[in-house]
């Protein structure tokens, strides 16, 4: 027995070009050990859409990619200039996998729109953006809910670490008193690279030249990416509705490198270290900034590839999960595994 | 609406009692959050049994059991004598506890034939006893999968780590192609000792008097405890029918503490290093041995009342985990995850 999953994929920049990869690397695989046919019917970017009932071929579309082109190259599926939004609101589908570019200003769009209009029409969502999660938790998982369809989101925090399901569903029962987390792996490495000893400038440039840089270096460097991470944390996992502006956040921007190279040679580390702390109160504070680690904190460990998560909890003691990503095929995973946990329960 | 969990305990040890308290404290928080009540109405250690269909008091054995009493002490519902099969055979219950003491001679008796016994009645089985899993894994999954019952084990490997959850599930899709665990708290720390300066039986004794050996404390330094953990782990991951006589296993006792101590006067650590590995001919290698880590493995950076694992990937790159237990109250939080995780999907 074979089930068919009809996915639509917005975004296919590294994420969204990789899970094609994904898809056919895995696609046997998965159809034998989950008896599931993953098929790409319809792929979106900025330039325009590609759709087909049949099936999209997904190794040319990242070949395509690859080359700089667009799903509006791919031959005979596509349709130049029509928005990924029309996509979502019209095509045959079981679900929709929202990959476009994180935008935290302009009210998360056009993610959120994708989102909500996919729920809407009753397909299940697998977002690796994290916009629409940090702006409307709440009223997207009620949304779900309604539709009996569900919502995922595993890929939005420290790509393939899996934190989001570790917190949800193996700390089951307890009660999650403080949550630490390295979940940007950007920042981490323009520390290194001032530990090292070049000048901030410098530092931002070697990242720029390396890859490691987004076009806009801000929304790393000024924590925007690690508060956002921690909002979705501790909506999921501390069950309270955090949002963007409590979290007190302090980025790496501008950094002097005089600390971070004076905390090395005693063989300690600097990170970007998010944290979320239930009061007293039945509240949680929320916080980013660079934070000299103690040497043998679990997070200090980790590389230049590591992201990490820490939980401290009442009943399970205190679980520290960590993963080395040598490139984003990982977090390209975490929307398969989220499309496989969805369906293979 | 709430769903009634009839519970059977067998074996009220360091874990059976602690799940009594946890049923105790967080039977409030699990009705209110997951809609169930989870009501223990049998329990069973080498002296007797305890059964009531309107439910046992788990507070009162708990107490019953801290201050060196039975369940067949406890007023109204015991029966001395009668042995713990006799209750999984004749109970009205809907799941199975095992957390008898681990036996891997004598077949993993009484453990096993709880547990077939229970699959056969159509309970679910959670088992933090790893004697079945390791003598039986294959046919016990087989017996669940035709009785439509489930069967969970996560607390076998690792206490409260979730190395299974993990490994099974946020891993799907993956090929894991290696294991690396560190699933013994007392080889580590006798091995720490060792390092401290002391010599063999010192450390011996000293762990004992600490109350960290059991009581046949060659079942862990011999490292057939690690052994176990890893055969479990490569069943549940690996997708192989690994036995016991298949890993190569070195333990730690009668060490000579030059070694250890060397390498922490270099910052390194000796660790009983689990290890699996799958082969080129679809085998799979299985090691336990004492094993000096580089300084940056994931592992090494472990403190005394630390396990860890990390699984080696294709498509989720590393992914490392650990737990810091400062008590044996997550390794019994383990059965209670278990339990949520198979009534609230």
Redesign the interface.
Known sequence: MSVTVRILMIGLGNLGRRFCD?LVE?GP??QAH?GLHLLLVGAADSRGIAYDPQGLDPALLSAIKETGGSAADLPDASQPGVQAAELVAQAEADLLCEASPVNLRQGAEPGLTHVRLALERGLHVVTANKGPMVLAYQELHRLATGQHVQLRFDGTVAG???AV??GQ??????DVRRIEAVPNLCTGYVMELLADGLAWHEALERARAEGVLEADPAFDLDGWDAAAKLVILVNAIMDFPARLEDVQRTGITQRDGTAVQAARKQGRTYKLLATAERLADAQVSLRVAPTLLPA?H?LA?L?RKHMGVVYHTD?????????????P??SA??M??DI??LY??
């Not at 569903?169 to 307890?174: F, P, S, T, V």
């Not at 009943?315 to 490139?327: K, Q």
């Open positions: 994904l895995k695989h998965i989950y393939g670490l899996p399901y570790i569903r193996d700390l089951r029962g307890a043998d679990f460990g590389g009943i399970y003691g205190t679980l520290m999960a960590a993963i080395e990503e040598p490139s095929l990982p995973a975490a398969l595994r496989l946990d293979s329960r």
